[in-house]
């Protein structure tokens, strides 16, 4: 069998273990074979060298160009800074693609929902700079760049043609927001110039809110500024029934991380077992896939997971069951055995 | 007692909603001598400006008004009308109940939502300038007495409609001092609410869990744009702008509103639904302390709609707006 690629893969405890140990044999039973490189990060990494994203990780992810990334818990203490953030940072990440599908298995009161979603990453009132101009008054400045709005944009249309999609949404507030989200809006239309091939539309982000709750058909891939995007993408999740079918991954220059966007937190079911559910990690796995062009793979261990959710046995504790991590995995493995088989 | 209040008929299909509007409380035996004044396109042919000074002194004569949608002429300078009379009135609580409405399907039932969007602060106020070429700054600006108001405001609201909880909807976990700013204006009045529930979780957190099961809210208060974004996504939950109701008010007046566009596709035919402008008129009368009237209308407005023999196109109907506005008034004479 041959060697697909070179994936760096986090844990950062017991459970992201558990999680990637999961995906890891899943991958493997689908016939693919990944060589796995893991790196320590967050409280595993904070108990070796008391940092929790060392520069060691950091360089080992930009040399394999791919990672696959639980959402890492901030450890408690000494001023430590989220190391999800400091990942971001040091990669240069720019832009977030959060894939939003529904999976028959996971009860939502939308169905067949499928939509990208690209946000900027950088910018906007989310960059932090605040300050008090005199006691009780606060000043947050939302910053826009040409060269950000620009990247982001290019890239969402680069990803809907890499994807095989038809349209993409930009979402701005231009109506008040003249000159920044002005911008945003005119970047749009002129890179859609550049891009006929793709369907371009604009819509104002209240309205987007609203019509991604009551028609979410109408939308394909969607490219908003960071609060935005950060509100849409939660929408999303909203409308899929749970952020652990919402994948997000993380775009720099040279580098794509494939990341959870829900933390599992310590889970552990009536025998004390980690019964994470593997889907956190799964999930990203299966963008990393497509990102491969491992389509077929992809969706067999989506059939396989939804087959499983379906079948309500040996499920852990998110999905109203009380097995284990592993043997919801093995469950997993099981389905995809018996189909490849038939 | 009679009342004398502003009416603003508005563009597009405002003096048809507003006038079966008016016919609807008319109805209810509350009497109301309306001072319509000119604003919007209207006012624009007439005095060069979409809002005329009389419109503003007729409305802090009057204390109240009732306002069909207005359009922002767009390219001529104007800054929105909306806008600029929340801004010159200090209309700073923006008001939006969202309730699910009985024979109006939606993927969701049994929503009892209220959305107090603060209206002055944040980056509403077109604070934005460019320091160097493809670089914009916007200021947003959160002040503490705007967070307090807002939140005495509505915890009042809470308390005197007989609410249970409030959630502050914030990113305090980012915007560590601005939002943190408001964080702290909600959690130091908590203590003056005693019997009302509070809690607080940020905003994608709750635009989520609002999409999986809104039941898990009642009220909830926030700053100007996570405001605007949840007040639009809630009314998505029901069945669009064209059926919830919205008003803007400050210590002294209060606007009640159509939230819905001037549909001008569709202006002067008479087939326009008042639903929304209806609703509107049922918090009209539930902020002058007119509970009786309020309930009738709100009671017969539901009743028609859940019966769903008389509808206006939109909803898929072919009813006209006289028709339809005729059957909520058959309704409210009804129960009278």
């Known amino acids: ?342 | 007692m009679s009342y004398e209040f502003t009416l603003i008929a508005g563009d597009g299909i405002g003096p048809e909603v507003t006038n079966a509007t008016i016919r609807v409380l008319e109805a209810t035996g509350v009497e109301i001598k309306w001072i319509p004044v000119a604003t919007g396109a209207a006012a624009v042919a007439e005095f060069g400006t979409p809002l005329p000074d009389e419109t503003l002194r007729t409305i802090e004569k009057t204390r109240v008004a009732l306002k069909g949608p207005i359009t922002t002429p767009v390219g001529h300078g104007f800054t929105s009308v909306n806008v600029a009379i929340r801004q010159a009135l200090d209309l700073y609580v923006s008001l939006r109940p969202v309730r699910s409405i009985p024979g109006i399907k939606t993927r969701h039932e049994d929503v009892d939502l209220v959305v107090f969007r603060e209206n002055t602060e944040g980056l509403y106020s077109g604070r934005e300038h460019s320091p160097v070429p493809g670089v914009v700054e916007t200021l947003r600006v959160i002040s503490e007495r705007a967070c307090s108001r807002i939140c005495k405001w509505a915890n009042d609201f809470v308390r005197n409609e007989g609410r249970s909880k409030l959630t502050l909807v914030h990113k305090a976990s980012i915007m560590k001092l601005s939002d943190g700013l408001f964080l702290d204006a909600f959690t130091a009045l908590s203590d003056d609410y005693p019997f009302v529930e509070h809690e607080a979780r940020l905003v994608d957190d709750v635009v989520r869990e609002l999409v999986i099961d809104p039941s898990q809210f009642d009220c909830m208060v926030m700053e100007n744009l996570y405001g605007d974004v949840l007040s639009d996504l809630c009314a998505g939950l029901v069945g669009g702008l064209g059926v919830v109701p919205g008003a803007n008010i400050g210590d002294r007046f209060a606007v009640f509103e159509a939230v819905h566009g001037s549909a001008p596709d569709i202006a002067g035919r008479g087939i326009a639904n008042p639903t929304a402008l209806i609703q509107s008129s049922v918090l009209l009368l539930r902020h002058i302390g007119e509970r009786k009237a309020a309930d009738s209308v709100e009671q017969a407005l539901f009743s028609v709609l859940s019966e769903g023999k008389i509808r206006t196109g939109d909803l898929g109907g072919s009813a006209d707006t006289r028709v339809f506005t005729d059957a909520v008034i058959e309704q409210i004479n009804r129960i009278r």
């Not at chain 1, 074979?33 to 070796?48: C, D, F, H, M, S």
């Not at chain 1, 990669?91 to 996971?106: D, K, M």
């Not at chain 1, 494939?258 to 963008?287: C, K, Y």
């Open chain 1, 1 to 342: 069998m041959s060697h697909l690629a070179t994936v760096a893969v986090l844990q950062g405890g017991p459970t992201s273990d558990a999680l990637s140990d999961a995906v890891q044999q899943v991958i493997a039973a689908a016939g693919l074979n990944i060589q796995w490189r893991t790196l320590p990060a967050g409280v595993r990494a904070v108990e070796q060298s008391g940092d929790p994203m060392p520069p060691e990780t950091i360089d080992a992810i930009r040399s394999v160009g791919l990672c696959l990334k639980p959402l890492l818990r901030t450890p408690v203490g000494k001023g430590y800074t989220s190391p999800n953030v400091t990942l971001r940072q040091k990669l240069g990440v720019f832009a977030g693609v959060r894939a939003i599908r529904s999976l028959n298995g996971i009860t939502s009161r939308y169905q067949n929902v499928d939509l990208v979603l690209v946000r900027e990453l950088t910018e906007g009132t989310y960059a932090g700079i605040e300050h008090t101009i005199i006691p009780g008054v606060v000043e947050t400045i939302k910053v826009m760049t040409q060269g950000k709005a620009e990247q982001v944009i290019r890239f969402a249309f680069d990803e809907a043609r890499r994807r095989g999609r038809r349209t993409v949404t930009v979402v701005h507030k231009a109506n008040i927001m003249k000159m920044s989200d002005g911008l945003f809006r005119n970047i749009g239309r002129q890179i859609a110039l550049d891009n006929k091939d793709i369907e371009h539309r604009d819509i104002i982000a209240d309205n987007a809110a609203m019509q991604m709750v009551a028609r979410p058909e109408q939308f394909d891939v969607l490219v908003a500024g960071n609060l935005f995007g950060d509100i849409l993408g939660d929408i999303g999740a909203g409308l899929v029934g749970s952020s652990l079918l919402v994948t997000s991954v993380n775009a720099a220059d040279s580098v794509k991380v494939f990341e959870a966007t829900q933390h599992v937190g310590r889970t552990r079911n009536p025998a004390g077992e980690i019964s994470a559910s593997p889907l956190a990690l799964l999930m990203p796995a299966l963008d990393l896939l497509e990102h491969l062009e491992e389509h077929e793979a992809a969706q067999r261990i989506r059939q396989a997971a939804s087959d499983v959710l379906c079948a309500k046995a040996r499920l852990t504790v998110a999905h109203g069951g009380i097995s284990s991590t592993s043997e919801m995995t093995a469950a997993i493995i099981d389905r995809l055995n018996a189909s490849s088989s038939a």
